[in-house]
């Protein structure tokens, strides 16, 4: 069971826009930055969004993040095949003193 | 260009040792944290442990404390995770990233992530 709460699932088609949550408390969220990474078939996570909402160089302004309280959303606009991936929330918990990751959310497109 | 090439995975039985290494270049290493994070097959990832830039700060997962060291040697450019005691629930893939500043805690988290090297306990 993950500290962070994402869905296991997302879909959208080409073209639209899709939304992954991730949902934590006090301690993590709502107290820290939260980081998003996109992890492709069989390679290593990458960064994709830092400190709630900005992005790396090299990230398409598609992907855009944000924070509310002891929740935190990703968002993919004009999806694209290429975005099929799993997606991971990440933040630093103050009372674990640990990073704690969300249990991922695979996102298909249809 | 930012590199981490993580090494020394491979297959152990219940109860042996292991030693990971992660050879890291294109940034000044000593004046940056980096941790390791891993993923079971087919499951999420798990941060497993820290270590500030000097190596005078640590911090381990629950699940692996006391049976897992971190360390690093900044004239070698080289961060280490020395297993012991290792169990099924340890297999996965064993990433080493880069911390974003000096510290790995709060705010201060992972923008360069290694391949990763396989871990299996078995017998």
């Known amino acids: 069971q993950s500290v962070l709460t994402q869905p296991p699932s997302a879909s959208g088609t080409p073209g639209q826009r899709v939304s992954i949550s991730c949902s934590g408390s006090?301690?993590?969220?709502?107290?820290?930055y939260v980081w998003w990474y996109q992890q492709l078939p069989g390679t290593a996570p990458k960064l994709l969004i830092?400190?709630?909402?900005q992005r790396p160089s090299g990230v398409p302004d598609r992907f855009s993040g944000s924070k509310s309280g002891t929740s935190a959303s990703l968002a993919i606009s004009g999806l694209r095949s290429e975005d099929e991936a799993d997606y991971y929330c990440?933040?630093?918990?103050?009372?674990?003193?640990?990073?704690?990751f969300g249990g991922g959310t695979k996102l298909t497109v249809l | 260009e930012v590199q981490l090439l993580e090494s020394g995975g491979g297959l152990v039985q219940p109860g042996g040792s292991l030693r990971l290494s992660c050879a890291a270049s294109?940034?000044?290493?000593?004046?940056?944290?980096l941790s390791w994070v891993r993923q079971a097959p087919g499951k999420g990832l798990e941060w497993v442990s820290g270590?500030?830039?000097?190596?005078?700060?640590?911090h381990f997962a629950d699940s692996v404390k006391g049976r897992f060291t971190i360390s690093r040697d900044n004239s070698k450019n080289t961060l280490y995770l020395q297993m012991i005691s290792l169990t099924a629930e340890d297999t996965g893939v064993y990433y080493c990233?880069?911390?974003?500043?000096?510290?790995?805690?709060?705010?201060?988290?992972?923008?360069?992530w290694g391949q990763g090297t396989t871990v299996t306990v078995s017998s």
């Open positions: 990233a880069k911390n974003v500043a000096y510290s790995y805690g709060s705010n201060y988290g992972m923008d360069v």
């Open positions: 294109g940034f000044i290493f000593s004046n940056y944290a």
């Open positions: 270590i500030s830039y000097s190596g005078g700060s640590t």
């Open positions: 006090s301690s993590n969220i709502e107290s820290d």
């Open positions: 830092y400190t709630n909402n």
């Open positions: 990440a933040t630093w918990d103050d009372s674990l003193s640990v990073w704690v």
